[in-house]
Each structure stands twice: as C-alpha cells, then as structure tokens.
C-alpha cells in the first residue's frame, strides 16, 4: 500500500546541504521540487479538483502543459508555474467512455505536431468539434485492451501513432487513419514483463518494460530491479538495450536532461513509478550515473511518479532547464504536478 509522503514543499537548509556533503554527495546532484497543482489543498501552490492521478503530460514548441487527468477523465492545461489555462478560464477536456469501461481514464498523451491526426490518451481532440470534449478514434476495450502510453513517430511510410497496450505486451502501431497497421515488443524481457512507457527521443521510441501483476494483467507489479529500457526504430526494430533492473522499479517516465541541469545534463532520465524515485543513464553508453537527491541527502521522491518533460522555453512552457512531473500520490487518489531544478533552496524555486 502507497501512503501519502513526500509530497509538500521541500524548504532547503543551508544545513541540510551542509549534512549531504558531509555524507560525499556531489552538490551537483542535489535537485529541489516545487509543488505546483494539486488535488489536495495546502499540498501545492495551487489547488485543483480535477488533478487526480495525473499521467501524461504533453505540450507543444509554445505551449503550455496539457496534462491526462487519469482518475477524474479529463485532461488540464497548466502553464509553467502552475496557473491553469487559460488563465481566468481553465480548459478541462473531457476523456469519453470506452464501450467496454466505466469513465474515460487517459493515461499516456502526445502531442501531434504532424497535421494529419490530433491525439490523446485513448481519444483524438479535434478544433471542429466541442472544444471541451474530446472524441474516440479507437476503442479496444472489448479486447482487454490496457494503454499506457503514447507517442508519435515517423518512418520512410509516414506518421505512426505507438500505444502501448500492457495488457497484451506489445506496442500497437496506428497509421493517421487510426488503422492498427503494426506490433512489436522485445521477447527478450522473460515472461510478463510488457511495454509500459514510450517516448519519442530523437526520432527514435524509448520504451519502459514493467512487470505485469497476474491474474489480470492490468497493473504493473512493482518491486526493486523490475524494469527494463530499450530503444526501438520507428518501423519497430530494436537498436539496443539501454537499462535493465538495478534501481529500475516499474519505470514510466523518460526524458533527456539538457545543459544546465546539474551533475545529470544530458543524461536519460528514467521516473521508477514503483519506488518514485528518478534514475539517470549515459543516453549511447546506458550505464547508470546515478539518481536524483534531494536537499536532505535522500534519493528525490514522488510517490506514484509518471511523466517527466522538460519545459519548452515558450512564456507559458516552463524553461527549458526545468524538469516538470506529474504523479498519482495517495496510491494513485490523488495528484500532484510540480517542477524540479537543479540546486537547492529559493535559486531551484524561482517562478517560471
């Protein structure tokens, strides 16, 4: 059982640094959250029903967040420092209801940046149509079908959409016309690991592998070294293995860091669902440089982690040396989206 913690505000001490130093941490690999939206009042600086269990997080090159509200069926916009948007006039989506399912719960979300297909989670969001409701393009939840994530890529073919269906253990590949045209895993992760998380990372999909809890295989089974993460070409090929085990425990979130982000720049960033902690990996060499800790000297922790971005620099984006996550603390009840920045105290804390 998941217990509500670590989730207020961390105030750095200069002796809190003293003490992580005094233990031979690098102070370049202290990093500092801020709480920015939550479900629960006081938790954050701004307070919002709708954030419960927030998953994706997506945005594009002058966007502002928009984030898959998986536990109230919607999906937010915020912008860098947390205020909804529009401001005065926050925009809620609402995720429809599969056939086979009760509520539309989003998980994984993308941004389409194609102009062939418009996306997100298990639905498709279109200007033509009610702007506040978005609408089902495939629904497969007569199957069994259990999507994790999204993302979007492309080959000498075209643009695909990649859902990974943890429930089956592949990763489904949509042309624009959302016609299932495509599937792939790697067999090598043994038996009832799956496709969990994916990104786009260069043209190439970064996909996570989790354990799947039996019977159902409808949740992932965490615990310490369950995890795997391999890079894919966009046609479904695999190039290589970037991480596997060790300190990986359900990993969902991935993300590269860029200069300016302390001991981890340019370093793959991989968010453990399982124990909420964040991992970092040579990006060509995989090898394992370490974790992200916080002011106090602990490993940096967000219970029920999931996305993790990097803002995008744009007014409304979070800069871009700012490392933004959603997670669903309270064992997935509630929610919380904030931001980390490399160092500690008010200097990690400045408004975006």
Not at 48 to 77: H, I, K, Y
Not at 94 to 102: D, E, F, H, R, V
Not at 167 to 196: I, Q, R, S
Not at 307 to 318: M, R, V
Request: hydrophobic share 40%; proline share 5%.
């Amino acid at each position: 059982m998941k217990h509500l913690r670590s989730v207020f505000l961390v105030i750095a001490a200069l002796s809190c640094v003293m003490a992580a130093a005094a233990d031979g941490i690098d102070g370049s690999q202290i990093y500092t959250r801020l709480n920015l939206v939550s479900d629960i009042a006081g938790v954050a600086r701004f307070t919002d029903s709708n954030l419960v269990n927030p998953w994706g997080l997506a945005f594009g090159p002058t966007t502002p967040f928009w984030v898959a509200d998986n536990g109230a069926g919607v999906s937010t916009v915020y912008d860098g420092g947390g205020h909804g948007f529009p401001v005065g006039s926050p925009l809620a989506v609402t995720i429809p209801t599969p056939t086979s399912a009760t509520g539309g719960a989003p998980t994984g979300l993308v941004f389409n940046d194609t102009g062939e297909f418009v996306v997100s989670a298990h639905s498709k969001w279109s200007r033509a149509v009610n702007a506040t409701s978005a609408v089902i393009a495939v629904d497969n939840s007569g199957s069994g079908a259990v999507y994790k994530g999204l993302a979007v890529g492309r080959t000498k073919k075209g643009n695909f959409l990649y859902a990974t269906n943890f429930h089956a253990g592949m990763v489904e590949v949509y042309d624009k016309n959302f016609t299932l045209v495509n599937e792939f895993t790697d067999a090598t992760v043994g038996l009832n690991f799956a496709p969990f998380g994916i990104q786009n990372i260069g043209g190439q999909l970064y996909v996570t592998f989790a354990k799947q809890k039996l019977p159902d295989k409808h949740d992932d089974d965490a615990g310490p070294g369950n995890g795997f993460v391999d890079v894919f070409d966009p046609d479904g090929t695999f190039v290589r293995r970037v991480a596997s085990h060790g300190t990986l425990n359900s990993p969902w979130g991935l993300a590269v860091a860029p200069d300016g982000f302390g001991k981890f720049s340019r370093d793959l960033l991989v968010g453990n669902f399982g124990d909420g902690r964040i991992n970092a990996f040579g990006v060509s060499t995989g090898e394992f440089e370490g974790q992200l800790i916080d002011p106090e000297g602990n490993p940096l922790t967000m219970n029920g982690l999931w996305a993790l971005q990097f803002g995008n620099g744009a007014p409304n984006g979070g800069s871009r040396q700012t490392l933004f996550f959603t997670a669903g603390i309270a064992d997935e009840s509630h929610g919380l989206f904030g931001s980390i920045r490399a160092g500690s105290g008010q200097e990690a804390n400045e408004d975006e």
